[in-house]
């Protein structure tokens, strides 16, 4: 199940994501109805599952359908997964960053890194250098980038 912290900034209703998303979520209840726009921070959901997934859809398609900006931040990778996989799973063009997979072969170590979707697409979808913050050793983009990246592209 996951949890919504909600803090109102000025007209935008900014909302922090954190968990694993399920049957059990109803995000109306879970966010409300912004009076003004959205921004979804999601850095700390771990997990969505195919009945969650529908619920996400059916929430923000009904945000966007009214008109409603919606704003997402800090993707994490199982939403990347879905927004790759699921169509109208983000509302187009509604992404600023993500939160990258990098590990460092020198130490072992799993990263996540943010990064704006706009310096992404101008890198050509090329993940940036990376140091390892363990270690200082370089770390690697740890997926295929194109595959991580095609829902920017589409």
Wanted: charge should be neutral; proline fraction near 6%; charged fraction near 20%.
């Amino acid at each position: 199940m996951a949890t919504a912290t909600k803090e109102q900034k000025g007209n935008v209703t900014v909302v922090t994501l954190a968990g694993s998303i399920d049957e059990a979520d109803d995000f109306s209840k879970l966010i409300g109805t912004p009076q003004g726009g959205l921004q979804v921070k999601c850095k700390g959901v771990t997990r969505i599952n195919s009945m969650g997934v529908k619920s996400w859809i059916k929430y923000f398609t009904s945000l966007v359908a009214n008109k409603i900006s919606v704003q997402f931040f800090e993707v994490t990778t199982p939403l990347v997964e879905n927004a790759n996989m699921v169509q109208n799973f983000i509302p187009k063009d509604s992404v600023f960053s993500v939160m990258a997979p990098y590990r460092c072969p020198a130490c072992n170590t799993n990263l996540v890194a943010e990064m704006k979707t706009e310096d992404v697409t101008k890198s050509a979808f090329n993940p940036p250098a990376l140091k390892c913050p363990k270690c200082a050793k370089p770390a690697e983009f740890d997926d295929m980038p194109d595959e991580f990246f095609a829902f920017m592209k589409n």
